[in-house]
């Protein structure tokens, strides 16, 4: 079945570091959505990337779909307290059900 | 809006109590979900309606019991659960079911559930 891989699993930084986390697929994707997951928190939807290449801008937050739409990452600028969470990427083959990376957990020390 | 409510927040029950999660939305989504979460894991999909109908059973075991009223209202009732169920239960809403740009899926807060 079809299995999205997702690194690093915990990232600590220093706020004001740069942050990224990348997904990998098995197979190639129509779309895939990111999270993010405060502590004690849901998840809650960010952005999806939908055609091949794409580049997306969220402020400090940018998105990439590969070429080959069977990767993506997910790169945040100088990193701030507020963005402590886990990111999780998921992933859609035609048709299909979500399916969820692992989840990076990412802390910030101010 | 954006939004899909649930509850409770937070639940405690014994193994041979039956209780109900409710989730609602009022974005006009046809397909909602339900999730379970474990603690430092990714939701796993457990339930998918589309169009008021079930669509998708991840072989749930029985003592989890989906029903869907109405387009806005999705119920999960339990019953005789063991403590390993005990997490968090989220529900989500899609604009259509597995259709590309209109299945992007809204969380509800989460029923945060403990079986003892």
């Known amino acids: 079945g079809q299995q999205v891989m997702q690194i690093p699993q915990y990232q600590h930084v220093q706020e004001g570091e740069d942050f990224t986390t990348y997904c990998n697929s098995s197979?190639?994707?129509?779309?895939i959505q990111w999270y993010k997951q405060r502590p004690g928190g849901h998840p809650v939807f960010l952005i999806q990337?939908?055609?091949?290449?794409e580049v997306k801008k969220q402020k400090r937050l940018t998105f990439q779909f590969g070429e080959a739409k069977k990767n993506s990452s997910l790169h945040i600028t100088a990193t701030q307290t507020t963005d402590v969470g886990t990111y999780f990427c998921?992933?859609?083959?035609?048709?299909?059900?979500?399916?969820f990376g692992e989840g990076t957990q990412l802390t910030v020390n101010p | 809006d954006t939004e899909v409510t649930q509850t409770p927040k937070h639940l405690v029950m014994g193994m041979t109590n039956k209780k109900s999660l409710k989730c609602e939305q009022h974005?006009?989504?046809?397909?909602m979900y339900w999730y379970k979460q474990k603690a430092k894991k990714p939701p796993e999909l457990m339930f998918v309606?589309?169009?008021?109908?079930?669509?998708i059973n991840e072989s749930v075991p029985s003592r989890f019991s989906p029903e869907c009223p109405n387009s806005s209202l999705l119920n999960l009732h339990l019953h005789a659960l063991q403590p390993e169920d005990s997490a968090l239960y989220l529900c989500?809403?899609?604009?259509?079911?597995?259709?590309?740009?209109?299945?992007?899926?809204?969380f509800g807060p989460g029923t945060r559930l403990t079986v003892l």
């Open positions: 989500a809403s899609s604009q259509t079911p597995l259709a590309g740009d209109r299945d992007t899926q809204y």
């Open positions: 197979t190639t994707l129509s779309n």
């Open positions: 990337l939908v055609k091949s290449g």
């Open positions: 998921a992933g859609r083959t035609s048709g299909s059900r979500l399916t």
């Open positions: 974005m006009g989504h046809r397909a």
């Open positions: 309606y589309s169009y008021e109908k079930l669509s």
